[in-house]
């Protein structure tokens, strides 16, 4: 089962095993009293997370000599465990779940998300362009803004994501 990278420890703050935590989620409320996450150091479990002080402190490290041990540490989060604690309004969804979707305008496919690349306040569908229009001359790959411009209506069951202009972004590319 796949982990999904979600945050990495910084320095100690304090005397009592604080830590800075640098997110790389949409979903800082996962980080609760007695969630648990796997890490690069072993399973870590939450004491206490001050979200707008970005300080977190887990279990077994309340000194700073110990906490001092997780400096740089990974943490990450399954699948399953992100569903089940992240909730999602109308609309939104995973990055698991927009990855590896074929894009497709008026019926075409243009090509399958690779990844999502967060470029200063907006995000953007890195696309591996379909051998078809790879032969035809176009791009190996490309990006489309992740807006409403440009995004028509995502279907993650379907694996498929309805596009408008985005050929018009792989022609220029």
Sequence with gaps: MPKFFIAQIGRTVGLMGDLKLHLHTDFPEQFKAGSKFESDRGELEVISYNQSREI?????????????????????????????????????????????????????????VKDIERLAVNDFLEIDTTP??????????????????YIINVDVNNKEIQVFDAKSILETS
Excluded at 64 to 73: I, P, Q, R, V, Y
Excluded at 136 to 144: E, Q, S
């Design 56 to 112: 977190i402190r887990f279990r077994g490290y309340e000194s700073m000599e110990s906490a001092k041990k997780l400096t740089n540490a990974k943490i990450y989060a399954s699948e399953e465990q992100t569903k089940e604690i992240c909730s999602l309004k109308d609309g939104e969804y995973f990055w698991f779940d927009i990855i590896e979707c074929k894009v497709i305008e008026n019926g075409e496919v243009l090509g399958i």
């Design 132 to 149: 078809e229009l790879i032969k035809a001359g176009m791009p190996k790959n490309f990006l489309v803004p992740y807006i409403p411009r």
